[in-house]
Nanobody, 129 residues
Framework: QLQLVESGGGLVQSGGSLRLSCTAS????????ISWFRQAPGKGREGVSC????????EYTDSVKGRFTISRDFAKNTISLEMTSLKPEDTAIYYC??????????????????????WGQGTQVTVSS
């Protein structure tokens, strides 16, 4: 089964940066749509960013536009989320999620939770003021 592993979370001061990574050892993520979601205590999961199977299409929730950048390195079988200008409201557990490949939408992605089939364990991001 496909198992996702996130890394890169930690404690950072407001205005700082972190880079999160998502990979699946022994399983190729090529063609899967990949998304980052986050969940703060007492709140539902929020879609942060996604990248299409081909790597062409990306989406960002409004609150992170201009600050976060998602990318995928097919050679390294890794998806990254570079987060800059972090704010306390970015504090949450960040999850990597993968959706099964769909040939007709390889250039598109969505931030809908139900579109994803596999989830990582999450990595904590804490931004202090």
């Amino acid at each position: 089964q496909l198992q996702l592993v996130e890394s890169g979370g930690g404690l950072v001061q407001s205005g700082g940066s972190l880079r999160l990574s998502c990979t699946a050892s022994g399983f190729t993520l090529d063609h899967f749509v990949i998304s980052w979601f986050r969940q703060a205590p007492g709140k539902g999961r929020e879609g942060v960013s996604c990248i299409s199977g081909s790597g062409v299409g990306t989406e960002y929730t409004d609150s992170v536009k201009g600050r976060f950048t998602i990318s995928r390195d097919f050679a390294k079988n890794t998806i990254s989320l570079e987060m800059t200008s972090l704010k306390p409201e970015d504090t949450a557990i960040y999850y990597c999620a993968a959706g099964v490949p769909i040939p007709s939408i390889q250039a598109m992605c969505s931030l809908t939770t139900s579109d994803y089939d596999y989830w990582g364990q999450g990595t904590q991001v804490t931004v202090s003021s």
